[in-house]
């Protein structure tokens, strides 16, 4: 499975857009981009996903690079609840394949 | 509204106890995942199960075994519980990735099992 890189932190103005960046450059053509996150204490809840295209839902906005080899998800207005650890993680498209989880990104939404 | 339930939020064991954790979908997943997580090391796969009586290995399967008699249920089990178990344990089940499917994790709240 493609290797994922995520900045272990990164801290947003509330109400400003938090852009979360991750790398994966050894991505292959049938693997999928996962976003998740996880609120203290809580399971990891599912933000978005994507293949190809840019995507967006109620949640946030996923763009990925014409090569792939990038991605960033996009909370538009960050808020104080958005605070949590987000995890970037590719996964193959295949029967029975797990997802790996990385360490994430620990996002820090500021008053 | 789609769920996977564990069976206990808290539970505390002692060394050498039998430990069974439950888990409970209702989304008719194929897919289903025991994941433990401790501080500083992340999610970790312990194993999974993409069919009715399959399982499969994940990074971390020594110390457990896992059944899935039923399409719904997946349980984990500590045969002999030791306190390097202690830990948060995860279940999460999927469906297929396809045009009318996500293909995403859902998790439930968790197990946090303390073993004395």
């Known amino acids: 499975d493609a290797k994922t890189t995520q900045p272990p932190s990164m801290d947003c103005a509330e109400g400003r857009a938090a852009n979360l960046p991750c790398n994966h450059s050894t991505i292959s053509g049938n693997e999928y981009v996962y976003w998740y996150r996880q609120i203290h204490s809580q399971g990891p809840q599912y933000i978005i996903h994507g293949l190809k295209n840019n995507e967006t839902n109620e949640m946030a906005s996923l763009i990925i690079t014409e090569d792939r080899k990038s991605s960033t998800l996009i909370l538009p207005h960050a808020t104080l609840r958005d605070t949590a650890v987000y995890y970037c993680?590719?996964?193959?498209?295949?029967?029975?394949?797990?997802?790996?989880f990385g360490p994430g990104t620990r996002l820090s939404v500021l008053p | 509204d789609v769920k996977v339930t564990q069976s206990s939020r808290y539970l505390v064991k002692r060394t050498g106890e039998k430990v069974f954790l439950e888990c409970v979908q209702d989304m008719d997943h194929e897919n289903m995942f025991w994941y433990r997580q401790d501080p500083g090391l992340g999610l970790r796969l312990i194993y999974f199960?993409?069919?009715?009586?399959?399982?499969e290995k994940g990074d971390i399967p020594e110390g457990y075994s896992v059944s899935r008699e039923k399409k719904e249920r997946f349980s984990l089990i500590l045969e002999s519980a030791s306190t390097n178990q202690t830990s948060m344990y995860l279940c999460?089940?999927?469906?297929?990735?396809?045009?009318?499917?996500?293909?995403?994790?859902?998790f439930g709240e968790g197990s946090r099992l303390t073993v004395l």
């Open positions: 993680i590719v996964r193959p498209d295949n029967y029975g394949q797990n997802f790996v």
């Open positions: 199960s993409y069919d009715v009586k399959m399982k």
């Open positions: 999460a089940s999927s469906s297929l990735p396809g045009p009318l499917k996500t293909g995403e994790l859902f």
